[in-house]
Every structure is written in C-alpha cells, then in structure tokens.
Nanobody, 123 residues
Framework: VQLQASGGGLVQAGGSLRLSCAASGRSFVSRATAWFRQAPGKEREFVASISWSGIITDYTGSVKGRFTISRDNAKNTVYLQMNSLKPEDTAVYYC?????????????????WGQGTLVTVSS
C-alpha cells in the first residue's frame, strides 16, 4: 500500500481545510486508516482513525467536534475535514494505513505511512 497525502496549506484561525489521503493497492479497503500530526519540536500525535467500513471513528480530544474523518473505498481515499482551525493545529499531517481493520491511536498499529502534508494556521 502506498499513501499520498495532500490538501495542506496556510489558513487563518477559524478557517477550514480538507486533507486527502489517496492510496494504491487493493488491500487498502480492508485496512483501518488514521491521521497523525507532528508539530515543530514535538512528538508525533494521533489525530483520528477510521475503520475499514467507515463505521467506527476515533478522535483525539483536542479535535473532537472540529475535525471529521471519512473514507471513500471506491476511490481508495480517506479524508480529514478540519474546521475551526487553531494555531495549535499547525503541524505536518500524515496518513497511515493499519494492519488491522478497526483503527486506534497507537502508531504501532500502522504499517504504511504517507509523506505528510503541512498545515499552517495563522493567528
């Protein structure tokens, strides 16, 4: 599975962005997928995950109610809709595909990683 993240950019606080993660490989549709992020000088952290079916989602507390993860298996793509962005959301965002089907916040559950896309939120 190869992953290509896109959609990052510069946005003002309160604005919105939608990230996309396009995957190659037929096994993608059976895998949970997640978004992680890494801010400058900080460790990588979990943002959101979605099960292979799209039914089960999970979010870190700081993005609940603002971010929505979704997937379109027909297009082999996972999305992260980010609303009400804050300067503390500034980071490189990575998508990852897991070896299991349900998802979760532990980065060790994910075998495949995209290259990252930079999100910068100005105050």
């Amino acid at each position: 599975v190869q992953l290509q993240a896109s959609g990052g950019g510069l946005v003002q606080a309160g604005g919105s962005l939608r990230l996309s993660c396009a995957a190659s490989g037929r096994s993608f549709v059976s895998r949970a997928t997640a978004w992680f992020r890494q801010a400058p000088g900080k460790e990588r952290e979990f943002v959101a995950s979605i099960s292979w079916s799209g039914i089960i989602t999970d979010y870190t507390g700081s993005v609940k109610g603002r971010f929505t993860i979704s997937r379109d298996n027909a297009k082999n793509t996972v999305y992260l809709q980010m609303n009400s962005l804050k300067p503390e959301d500034t980071a490189v965002y990575y998508c990852a595909a897991g070896r299991g089907s349900l998802g979760g916040s532990d980065s060790r559950m994910y075998d495949y990683w995209g290259q990252g896309t930079l999100v910068t939120v100005s105050s």
